[in-house]
């Protein structure tokens, strides 16, 4: 099987948020990405023989040699976009991050012909408010939504977004710029290593689950979120995610599934 000839697309753009984390831009060739709904997610893929990064360790096990290697990624455009942007942590010893990684401009890469996934705003009626919680590349999906009609809903959002260091933070400046012009829109940002920032930090350094228990809503919004206004959006470490819900559930908010409507919405790594 020829393994080259499944590479549909090209990166066209690379940014390398952090040493660990980068975003990319994937453009399909001769086909166009299908609509999607803001939070869903698509494979991206490569072969077994394309190249690892530098900062790559051996990996934890081998690929098979006649396949190629597949992950899914939360989609961080918009739904207009032409080309398709994603987060990407790179895994040290992980099959595909140190391949993607390596890519730059121009080089081809696998992704899937449709996205999928029920992660989806648009299935919250639009006058709830919503809280998005997010660690490390988690923000993704928000970026999505958030691109493309978030910020025309009646209801107020927030983004709450957790990561070890302030440049692990992606997408920060455009949050903070979104805030400014949105009123209905609040960025709360947080840090865990504050002793490494080279020039210090004046934000938070708590966990997800401690700030949230300080009723940072109640502070930010004048409100205290109830099951009857208020929905919670939660992706990325699943710690953080268990303990989201625990809390929630303990203030009366009930995980969504299809058939059992709920207000906690959760996608873990």
Not at 30 to 46: H, T
Not at 50 to 61: F, V
Not at 134 to 150: F, I
Not at 158 to 166: C, E, L, Q, T
Request: aromatic share 10%; glycine share 8%.
């Amino acid at each position: 099987m020829d393994l080259q000839a499944s590479l549909n697309c090209r990166i066209t753009q690379t940014v390398q948020v952090s040493p660990i984390m980068k975003i990319i831009k994937v453009s399909p060739e001769g086909w166009d990405f299908p609509e999607f709904a803001p939070g869903q997610f698509v494979a991206l893929g490569l072969p077994p023989d394309a190249s690892r990064c530098k900062e790559a360790t051996d990996e934890h096990e081998p690929p098979k040699e006649d396949k190629l290697i597949k992950r899914a990624y939360s989609i961080a455009s918009a739904s207009s976009e032409d080309s398709v942007e994603f987060y990407i942590t790179l895994m040290h010893s992980g099959q595909l991050t140190p391949r993607l990684f390596d890519l730059n401009i121009g080089d081809k890469v696998f992704m899937g012909k449709k996205a999928v996934g029920m992660f989806r705003l648009d299935q919250v009626e639009e006058d709830r408010n919503v809280v998005l919680i997010a660690t490390g590349t988690g923000v993704a999906p928000y970026m999505s939504m958030l691109r493309s009609n978030a910020l025309k809903r009646k209801g107020k959002i927030m983004i709450i977004h957790g990561a070890a260091n302030s440049w692990d933070l992606g997408y920060s400046s455009e949050l903070k710029l979104l805030a400014s012009m949105f009123p209905n829109f609040y960025y709360y940002p947080t840090i865990t290593e504050p002793s490494k920032e080279p020039v210090g930090w004046e934000g938070d350094t708590r966990f997800i689950h401690e700030i949230w228990l300080d009723k940072l809503a109640l502070t930010k919004w004048g409100i205290q979120p109830k099951p009857e206004d208020t929905e919670f959006f939660l992706c990325g470490n699943p710690r953080m995610v268990d303990g989201m819900k625990e809390i929630l559930t303990a203030d009366g908010f009930k995980e969504h599934k299809k058939k059992e409507p709920g207000q906690i919405h959760a996608e873990e790594f």
